[in-house]
Each structure stands twice: as C-alpha cells, then as structure tokens.
C-alpha cells in the first residue's frame, strides 16, 4: 500500500512568490494535517483537515492556507514568501475511525529553500 | 511554556548497548497521548511507539519502550540492543485530549550510534 505521498520533494522559490505544496493521505485516511519543520527544530502544526474542513490551525501567518479535496488530498499554499519560510514542510494522515493510540502516518516531506 | 521537552540534542551510544532518551512534557489535560518518532535523513517521521495517559503498563515495542513516570511528567524513551541503524533524529509528541490538532513535538535528540 502506498504511504503518504508529497510531492514536489524540493523546491527553491524566490522572496514574495507563491508556493502550493501537495500531499495524497493513505488510502482510506480522512485526516490530513500539515507540519513545518524548520532546520534543527521540531515539526510545528500549521493545520489540520477532516472530511474537507478545517479542524485546527497553528499560529502561522494568513499568508498560509490550505484546504482538502473530496478524495482528501491537500493542498498548502503559502503566499509572499519570505526566506524564514524555508523548512521541511511535512504532511501527515491519520485513520480517525476511533482509534486513538495511534498518531500520524507522516510523509517524507516538501524541502522548501526560499532564496 | 513548551509543551514536550528534549533536553538532550545529541547522544551516542555504543553498538549492542542500551540507550534512554529524555522528554518531559506539560499538560493540565487528564487524557493525553504521548509519542515517539524517528526521523532519518531522508526527513520521513517514523511512527515508534504510543503510551496513553491511562495506561498503567509502560509500552513496549520491539527494542523500543516507554518508560513512563506520570508524577513527573516524564516519558523517556529506551532503546535496546542499539543498531547501527537506529542513528537517526528522535522526537517525543503529545496529543492533548484526543484532539490530533493539538499534537505538540519536542525539538528532538540526535542519536549516533557507535560501530
């Protein structure tokens, strides 16, 4: 079965572009959350989506977006770029059947390089 | 006030020998979830082992195992019998309640393991 897919795996943007990064959950996953990690740092929570709406979002900026399609893929966007915006941007999925021990199945992750 | 603690940002350890990883963490929730995550270079977040503010019995994983002080809010992760393999980033998380949009991570603990 296939995990968590992201893609692009890298990405060099300039100061004030936009960027959209994309994430297919595991099959049958209706959760999907998005984390930054930042060189050297833990991953920080920028949103989460269940069944195509916004559950939760972290203290990041309005420049930062996202939203879930019907087959629960995600997008983030970010826009107006700035170079602290480097970072991993990592997407994770989770079966919430009920199951609660059991945490995120993560991505390999968007390498976002702002120059 | 941060939520998980990792006090250690980089250990060694010997081949074959046990090695125990720091995390203590703040909630004021009665039902929590604690986790640990390996990550290796590649950047993927590799789910390890999960221990669950009610359960009495410290988790256990394989090589991996939770030991799990509640009083003190401590949740120190023991790997046995290291690996040359095990040499990765490791990260402690907590779910407060049984909300997955508030899944906080500590800043990690690079491990090195010694041929």
């Known amino acids: 079965d296939a995990g968590v897919t992201q893609s692009p795996t890298h990405l060099i943007k300039t100061r004030g572009q936009h960027v959209t990064l994309r994430c297919s959950p595991i099959?049958?996953?209706?959760?999907v959350s998005w984390y930054q990690q930042v060189l050297g740092q833990g991953p920080q929570f920028i949103f989460q989506?269940?069944?195509?709406?916004?559950?939760g979002r972290g203290n990041f900026p309005d420049r930062f977006s996202a939203r879930q399609f019907p087959n629960y893929s995600s997008e983030l966007n970010v826009n107006a770029l700035l170079l602290g915006d480097s970072a991993l941007y990592l997407c994770a999925s989770r079966d919430d059947s009920g199951v609660s021990n059991y945490g995120y199945t993560f991505g390999s992750g968007t390498r976002l390089t702002v120059v | 006030a941060q939520k998980i603690t990792q006090t250690q940002p980089g250990m060694f350890v010997q081949e074959k020998e046990a090695v125990t990883l720091d995390c203590t963490y703040d909630t004021s929730d009665q039902s929590y979830g604690l986790f640990w995550y390996k990550q290796p270079s590649s950047g993927e977040m590799i789910f390890l082992i999960y221990q669950g503010s009610y359960d009495e019995q410290n988790a256990t994983e394989g090589r991996y195992s939770l030991n799990f002080q509640k009083a003190r809010k401590s949740a120190n992760l023991v790997i046995s019998a290291s690996q040359l393999g095990d040499s990765a980033m490791y990260f402690c998380a907590m779910r407060e309640g049984y909300n997955f949009n508030k899944f906080y991570f500590g800043s990690g603990t690079k491990l090195n393991v010694k041929p």
């Open positions: 099959s049958g996953h209706k959760s």
């Open positions: 989506y269940y069944e195509k709406e916004e559950r």
